[in-house]
């Protein structure tokens, strides 16, 4: 019974725009395809069993600090801040202008995956020719359009390629973002292998080798959690109290007429 | 909270979903409670659509049309399938206090319905014709067309309603007895359309893609399968918290202001126009 459904389409793009490749457009919806499933829990007074709330406070006076008096501020060095306005840093952001611009086509497999971000489906918007036509072209070719898009107030390079007969959009790391491991020491002096070692080593390799299948992989903290979860809801179950306040008691004289008039009837 | 009065585990009564005018969660339930004896009635047995915006109105809200995981079990559903969405929808259907309660407190500010019946889905027993004013026609514009459709609807012996959209249109609806298809209702709206285009040069019966400035539109598209309007009594997610608001005729005229009927003023408002909307369904004579 708790157990999450398997992950959804949503029926609502995130975005709608268009690929670009030159002059050619391919109007385009994405949608979110990957989901975070893992578990998150949030924290409860252990005493009475209700969840705790965050507050801003202050770290000079302890009081709490109201949503209009917060400023954005970026740690130059050690207690030492630049502040922006939300204004500053709204003229810095890039306007999105509805495209994924494709700027050259490459080898799917080329790209190394470290740089895979996170993927979005792409569908037809009333493209349906357009897309099946760059969605074969692509399959049969077995390249990927490398190009960029603005989601939201943020660029990024984007791949769009071929997953199970759909156009998948996968943003890609800058590569500022990514460390180079080459540089570390430990690898520096790494001695050429023997040649008998590596050809034993190749077999137990090539023994091993098989197809990839993500299936074959299960989360089983995550099972063992649900498990437990449904044993402790056949037992007690904490309910969550809300707060009564002024409002709540409105609510419920308006109720109490609604329910008075509806039984007139 | 008080567990007697609603069966609906209430959340987030606090939480501002009009930002302009500061209205909570709570006031907005508060108002479908308040609004329920009249609105009710109409929902009843009919597949709706919501628009929830748990964010509020600024930020972006979405359309829930299959029932939402973790409704409560005592919520009603029917799976229809609908062409425009094509796959079967497991839509909400809202009988019940409760009910309302409930789809309020999912931050639903808009409810839409179908123009058909749960059990006559195909067969629907609402025309309605949508009076669009293409800027700078004025909402004015809207009124005067929306009289000369009254008065050509009552040549023909038909009995129209009338309820503001809540933004700049006006909504006519005639109750009719489900025997027809949207395809025979959609038809019937469009005659009337193109009849009243030719008496008077501003009003348009066709979508274009280039909407014509100052011109007003009676738009029969709305008339399909699965296609829904916006409810009677339903809140817009409009900065002035508005109302689509079921009007007696001798209100439509110069001086209506549909930003006048909102959450704060709609509840005072004792009258009840829609009161035998559906007591009053009619033959459809397609000439």
Redesign the interface.
Known sequence: MVKPAEPRISKRPIWTGRITIGLVNVPVKLFTMIFDKSFSFRFLHKQDGQPLKYERVCTKDDKVVPWEDIVKGYEVAKNEFVVFEKEELKAARPESDQRIRIDRFVDFLSVDPIYLDKSYVLTPDKSEDAYSLLLNALHSMGKAGVGRITLRTKEYPVLVHVYKGALVMTTLRYAYEVADPSSLEELKDLKEPDKEQLRLAEKIVSDLSGEFNITEYEDTFKEKVEELIDKKLKGEKIVVKKPEKEEAKELMVALQETLKQLKKK | ??SS??KV???N??KILYPQLRI?K??I??YY??I??KM?DLLAQRPLVLTRFPDGIDKEG??E?DVP?GAPSWVKTMKRFSET?NRTISYIVCND?DTL?WIANLASIEVHMTLGQADSFENPDLALFDIDPEPPASFEDVIEVTLLLKEKLESLGLKPYVKTSGKRRLHVVLPILPDYSFRQTREFVHQIGKHIARESPAVVSEFSRTKKPGTILVDYLQNSHGKTMISPYSLRATANATVSMPLDWHNVKKGLKPEELNIFTVPKNEENPWKDLFKNKTRLEVN
């Open positions: 909270m008080s009065l609603t585990e209430l959340s009564l606090d909570t709570g006031q339930i508060e409670i308040k329920a004896p009710l979405f359309y049309k995981i969405a206090l309660i």
